[in-house]
């Protein structure tokens, strides 16, 4: 079982992760709102993936994921945005980003995405 941790300050994208990830090889094992958040939650938790929204209250998802990355460069982050633009893809692949996905997210495609992360 992959252990997941969600951040998003979006309560709804949670749950609908919830949702697509039952009865799967994933489950959440936490659950963040915030950029500050995430990197206090990663160092005790230390889940095998990250779902990383980049547009949030305080710190956004790519400065959370760059201070991530500096201390476990071994993390594997996914990025989940609605509003991403060219220089933000690549600005998450220059951080580290194992990848980039657009919401509204379709089940396949996060499984799929989620599955080719955690492979390697």
């Known amino acids: 079982m992959a ?3 969600v951040v998003d300050d979006s309560k709804i994208v949670y749950m609908n992760m919830v949702k697509l990830l039952q009865d799967t090889e994933f489950e959440i094992v936490h659950y963040c709102r915030s950029g500050e958040e995430a990197i206090e939650v990663y160092k005790e938790v230390r889940p095998d993936l990250v779902t990383m929204d980049i547009i949030m209250p305080g710190m956004d998802g790519l400065e959370a994921s760059r201070q991530i990355l500096s201390e476990f460069p071994d993390a594997r982050i996914i990025m ?3 509003l991403a633009y060219d220089d933000t893809i690549e600005e998450a692949e220059k951080i580290g980003a194992k990848g980039f996905i657009y919401k509204p997210f379709e089940k396949e495609k996060v499984l799929c995405r989620l599955r080719e992360v955690i492979k390697g």
């Open 3 to 5: 252990r997941l941790m």
């Open 80 to 82: 989940f945005s609605s």
